[in-house]
C-alpha cells in the first residue's frame, strides 16, 4: 500500500525536477552558457533514469540526443518543415554538431 504511494509521490518529484532543470537549462542556453546548459541536461535524463521516469514528448524532443543541449529554435536549431504528398516531418537541426532529427506530423487540412 505504501510502497505505491511512495512511487508515484517519488515519480512526481522526479517530473517537476526535470520541468525546473529543463527551464534552466534554455535559461543558460539564452546566456551563452552551453557547458552548463548541457550539464542540466545530464542532470534531467540521469534523473529519469534513476526513477524510471519517462520525459515529456515536449522535453525530449527538444534535446539533442547526440552532444546533450537544448534545441532552441534560432540558437541551437533550425526547424524546417518538409513534405512530399503522402506524408511530413519536422526536421530540427543541431548547430552545435550537426545532428539531425526528423518527426513525422499531420499537415491541417485547409479550410475552405
Given at each position: 500500500?505504501?510502497?505505491?504511494?511512495?512511487k508515484r509521490i517519488v515519480k512526481d518529484l522526479a517530473i517537476q525536477r526535470i520541468q525546473w532543470l529543463y527551464k534552466l537549462s534554455i535559461n543558460a542556453v539564452r546566456r551563452n552558457d552551453t557547458e552548463l546548459a548541457r550539464?542540466?541536461?545530464?542532470?534531467?535524463?540521469?534523473?529519469?533514469?534513476k526513477a524510471n521516469v519517462r520525459l515529456p514528448k515536449l522535453i525530449k524532443r527538444s534535446?539533442?540526443?547526440?552532444?546533450?543541449?537544448?534545441?532552441?529554435p534560432g540558437a541551437t536549431a533550425k526547424v524546417r518543415l518538409r513534405s512530399d504528398g503522402k506524408s511530413s516531418w519536422i526536421i530540427i537541426k543541431c548547430l552545435k554538431c550537426g545532428w539531425i532529427h526528423r518527426y513525422p506530423y499531420k499537415p491541417r487540412k485547409k479550410v475552405q
Open positions: 500500500m505504501h510502497s505505491k504511494k511512495n550539464r542540466y541536461v545530464n542532470l534531467i535524463l540521469s534523473i529519469s533514469r534535446i539533442c540526443r547526440n552532444c546533450n543541449i537544448p534545441l532552441i
